[in-house]
């Protein structure tokens, strides 16, 4: 048998930090730099991350020049809200630099004291005292000082300035007035022509990392999307044991997330990177892609409210497989799911978004680890009632949410036909709530008779 071609992530990461430092010509030792990329792998590794994996940061490094890949490997390695805490083997490093608190993560005194963090410190325009938070710049500046710790003694200063610059531009949907690299780095004396490459190559590693945002094809995008809600949601780390409520949950932040997202903010041009019509065609498509995506979420949310308020009024809230069935397992055994005992569809009430029904009916591109790709209780729905009777639906959903109504007035509210076609399906799954959710069916069709 002829040997594979293929190498693992930890082989490929160790080679593209070697493939760096001699470009460099940095001469550190193999030992040194497999010591790195070992590092690197294991904190890229943890089961919880879906979407910020080694493949992620993988992707980032084609192309890239040698501080630009040395910064792509090291920009995600602290994500303390999907670790839980920072990576073993870098504790020891960042323990003297910030201390975790009720409030989030503060910047010890230490970090101001320290040459190699005083200059991470600079370039990310943070002092000694601050608390810092995953939503405002904590993970970035976490992993630029591991890195910059890690190269000390490696990198001459303006390299470590470089490093710096790149991993601080990886913080997320900032408006444009925050963008305030360039400023800090003249304050920090970088002469203007090479103060102009740190801030290409950082504007450049900053879009490529959310360059999902822009892609062709919708359905990749919301691929990779529904890779993120497990990061931001640890009761989805576990398959079949999340609520229907936890799921709920999980889907309007992100929903509320996408929606209040402007895609001006997505991606940025600065120091002449990206050409500006580069620039636009991005934003452009970023544009088009999230709005499907809160299409496509809300339609799933309202689904999810009809089972909730199953839920609710037979019983409480429960794992959503308890409703809908399981999600399959290692053997690839077929399970008893709710679609198998939904009505045929009907013809729809008006022309159905075929994009939109595509990606709840056949899918997103992969199943993830804790939910189905398709979408049936969604496509069910969205072909049955049309797309502006769902979105009625969920107004009504977050008047309930909100706290002004109950699940039983959100129900008597909504189409009859689904909804007791929804109890009774569910009825076929839940042994133990069977006759509760027949019960509801039968309210139902009879209130509105």
């Known amino acids: 048998m002829s040997p594979g071609t293929a190498r693992s992530p930890v082989h490929r990461i160790i080679d593209a930090l070697h493939g760096a430092v001699q470009a460099l010509g940095l001469g550190v030792p193999p030992l040194f730099v497999e010591r790195w990329g070992v590092a690197v792998h294991q ?43 920072v990576p073993p083997h870098y504790a020891e490093i960042l323990e003297p630099l910030i201390s975790r608190e009720r409030e989030g993560w503060r910047i ?36 630029g000082l591991v890195a910059a710790k890690e190269m000390e003694g490696v990198f001459s200063n303006d390299q470590q300035l470089a490093l710096a610059a790149c991993i601080e531009a990886t913080i997320p949907f900032r408006a444009p007035e925050k963008l305030v690299l360039d400023a800090r780095l003249t304050a920090l004396g970088v002469p203007a022509a090479e103060r102009t490459v740190m801030v290409r190559r950082a504007t450049r590693l900053a879009n490529n990392d959310v360059g999902n945002f822009a892609e062709a094809d919708a359905a990749i995008f919301l691929d990779n999307t529904w890779k993120l809600l497990p990061e931001t949601n640890p009761t989805l780390h576990t398959a079949n044991t999340y609520t229907v409520h936890e799921y709920r949950v999980a889907l309007q932040k992100m929903e509320g997330f996408l929606a209040g997202l402007p895609p001006e903010r997505v991606f940025r041009m600065q120091a002449g990177e990206p050409a500006p019509e580069e620039h636009k065609r991005r934003v452009e498509a970023a544009g088009r892609n999230m709005a499907l995506a809160v299409r496509y979420m809300r339609t799933k949310l309202y689904s999810t409210a009809v089972v909730e308020a199953l839920a609710y009024e037979t019983g409480g809230d429960a794992p959503i497989d308890l409703f809908m069935g399981g999600i399959g397992d290692a053997n690839g055994e077929r399970m008893r799911r709710i679609e198998q005992f939904l009505p045929a569809l009907a013809t729809p009430p008006e022309p ?21 790709s398709p979408s049936p209780i969604a496509s069910y729905l969205h072909v049955t009632l049309g797309e502006r009777v769902v979105m009625e639906g ?51 069709t009879t209130r509105k008779s």
Do not use: C, M
């Open 43 to 85: 904190a890229l590794s943890s089961r919880a991350r879906e979407f910020h994996t080694h493949q992620h940061v993988l992707d980032l490094i084609v192309d890239a020049d040698a501080i630009e890949t040395i910064a792509a490997l090291y920009h995600d390695i602290v994500y303390v809200q999907v670790d839980l805490g």
């Open 108 to 143: 010890l005194p230490h970090a101001g004291i320290d040459p190699t963090a005083r200059l991470v410190l600079d370039v990310f325009g943070h002092q000694p005292g601050e608390v810092l938070t995953p939503y405002n710049g904590l993970n970035e500046l976490a992993s």
């Open 352 to 372: 159905v978004d075929l994009l939109l029904q595509g990606l709840l009916d056949g899918g997103r591109l992969n199943a993830s680890a804790f939910d189905l």
């Open 394 to 444: 969920l107004v009504q959903a977050r008047d309930w949410w909100q706290g002004k109504s109950t699940a039983r007035t959100f129900l008597d509210a909504q189409p009859t036909h689904t909804t007791a076609a929804i109890a009774r399906a569910a009825a076929n799954i839940s042994d133990t709530r069977r006759e509760l959710l027949e019960a509801v069916a039968s309210r139902l």
